[in-house]
């Protein structure tokens, strides 16, 4: 175990930085039309009834660990899998993806490991892989390194839509239980691999795809909200979803955490700065007013 404490922003990712960049453009987007910014996916009237749900992101740099693992296939399970699940945070379901792969130099075989990757589980969620773009930009991206992104888009009724709107206190947190890192933090994390070798099994487990939890939960209960676990850890995205005057109240001892978080323990990571970067264990949250038979409930609300 290294002797001083490891943190995100010492690594070089400031979460501060990356929440005064939202409220920068807020302003900007919202004069537009837009809905839903600022949450997981945004949303765009389609007729009286129905509304577009569709949501950006990327693996960021767990491609690089990818790569070096030889796990790219993975890496594309991780950007189909971390699209959908922010579409799934507004009650849509998700119809289908686009993907963007760019790099220095395009090498085929590690792009169509990265395709057939989000294609595997685009099957399983029913979600079309209609197409993409694929760039070479020299000079902008490192020699043998790439990047992958992707954006997907989903539907949902109006009166279906799950926002976090009629959230009050009292209401319980349930969870539901991440693959392991998932696909934010690498960054911190590769600072503490460097150069050395490391457990790929243990760091790039793929992230875990929540469309039959989901689907399962609000065939139970009435979900009145969806909390993506990505950057920011469980309270950081909960506080997303959550109206003003409510804040969640989560008992960090309800669930067993992963291995992978004892290994960032272990390697100095400490437990604030774990709790506010990564998902601890909890990939998605979602709150309901009754929890059903069996939920992992892990906290409540509170004014």
Known sequence: MTGESRTYAA????????????????????????????????????????LLAASTD???????????AGRLRWAGMDLAAHCIDDVLCTGADPLFL??????ARIELG??????????????????????????ELPGVYREHELD?????????????????????????????PSSGLHTNGFTLVREIVGDDDFDADLLLTPHKLY??????????????ALAHVTGGGLLGNLSRVLPDGVQAR???????????????????????????????????????AEPPAGALVIGELVA
């Open 11 to 50: 690594a070089g990712v400031s979460l501060a930085t990356a929440d005064s960049v939202v409220e920068r453009l807020r302003a900007a987007v919202e004069s537009t039309g837009a809905e839903g910014f600022g949450h997981f996916a945004g949303l765009f009237p389609l007729d009286d009834r129905r």
């Open 58 to 68: 990327g693996v960021g740099s767990k491609l690089m660990l990818s790569r070096r």
């Open 98 to 103: 686009l993907d963007y792969v760019a790099a």
């Open 110 to 135: 590690d792009v169509a490991k990265l395709v057939e990757g989000a294609a595997e589980v685009c099957r399983e969620a029913g979600v079309l892989l209609i197409g993409g773009e694929t760039a």
């Open 148 to 176: 992958f992104a992707g954006t997907c888009v989903g539907i949902v009724d109006r009166d279906a839509v799950i926002d976090g709107s009629r959230c009050t206190p009292g209401d319980v947190v349930i969870g539901f």
């Open 211 to 224: 469309l039959e939890e989901v689907r399962t939960l609000r065939a139970q209960a009435d979900v009145k």
């Open 250 to 288: 989560i008992d960090w001892n309800a669930w067993a955490r992963p291995p992978v978080f004892a290994w960032l323990a272990d390697h100095g990571v400490d437990e604030e700065e774990a709790r506010r970067v990564f998902n601890l264990g909890i990939g998605l949250a979602a709150v309901v």
